[in-house]
C-alpha cells in the first residue's frame, strides 16, 4: 500500500533543503540529553557524564547559533562589546524574505526543537529537585542557561514573528502565558 508523499512543512527531514545540516542540528539538541539521560547505564563517573554533556551543550550552542540558525531559518545574532565604554548589545540579522526563501519542513523543525529542549531541561531540573540530586542540578542549570539564550536570541531575531505558530497559537491564542503568569504574581504576592 502506497503513502502520499509527504507535504511541505510536515515533519519528515526528507523534505529538507539542508538535510545535513538538519540531522547534525537535532543530532546535537538530542545527544546532549540522552547522555544525560542515560549515560549511567554505562557508567557510573559522574565527572564523565558531566564534561560529556558539557561539550555537547556547547557544541550545540555554536552549531545552532552560527550555522542552523544561518541555513535552517535565515536568522543569526551575536553580541558585541563597545572597546570604548565596554557596553555589550546584541545585534540581530535575519535574511531578507525577498531574496530566500525559508523551508516550511526546516522552519518547524527549528522552531518545535529550538523551544522543546529547554522546557525538557526544565522538567528535569524539576526531576533532580524532586529527587534531591542538587550536584546534577548543576548540570542541568548549566544547559537551560545555554538552550533559554539561544532560543531568546533566535525569538527576538525573527522580527516578522513567524517563529513558530505552535507557540504563539498555544501560548497568547489560548491565554495561557497570562493565566500562567497571573497564578504566579498572585501566589507570590499573597504570602
Not at 515533519?11 to 538530542?30: A, E, K
Not at 531574496?99 to 526531576?127: E, H, K, M
Not at 548549566?142 to 539561544?150: C, E, S, W, Y
Request: aromatic share 14%.
Amino acid at each position: 500500500m502506497e503513502q502520499p508523499p509527504a507535504s511541505q512543512g510536515s515533519l519528515s527531514w526528507r523534505l529538507s533543503s539542508h538535510p545535513i545540516t538538519l540531522v547534525c542540528f537535532l543530532g546535537f539538541r538530542i545527544s546532549s540529553l540522552l547522555v544525560y539521560l542515560f549515560g549511567l547505564l554505562f557508567t557510573s563517573n559522574f565527572v564523565l557524564i558531566f564534561i560529556i554533556t558539557i561539550l555537547l551543550l556547547a557544541a550545540d550552542f555554536y552549531y545552532l547559533k552560527n550555522i542552523a540558525g544561518r541555513r535552517l531559518v535565515g536568522l543569526r545574532w551575536w553580541n558585541e562589546v563597545d572597546g570604548q565604554s565596554g557596553d555589550s548589545h546584541w545585534v540581530f540579522e535575519s535574511s531578507d524574505p525577498n531574496t530566500r526563501t525559508i523551508n516550511a519542513t526546516d522552519s518547524r523543525f527549528f522552531w518545535l526543537a529550538l523551544y522543546a529542549q529547554p522546557l525538557l531541561w526544565v522538567a528535569l531540573g524539576v526531576v533532580a529537585i524532586l529527587k534531591f540530586e542538587f550536584i546534577w542540578l548543576s548540570l542541568v542549570v548549566i544547559a537551560m542557561v545555554l538552550t533559554i539564550t539561544n532560543t531568546l536570541a533566535f525569538s527576538r531575531c525573527d522580527k516578522f514573528g513567524q517563529a513558530s505558530n505552535l507557540a504563539s497559537s498555544a501560548m497568547y491564542s489560548s491565554g495561557m502565558a497570562r493565566n500562567i503568569a497571573g497564578g504566579l504574581l498572585s501566589s507570590v504576592f499573597r504570602r
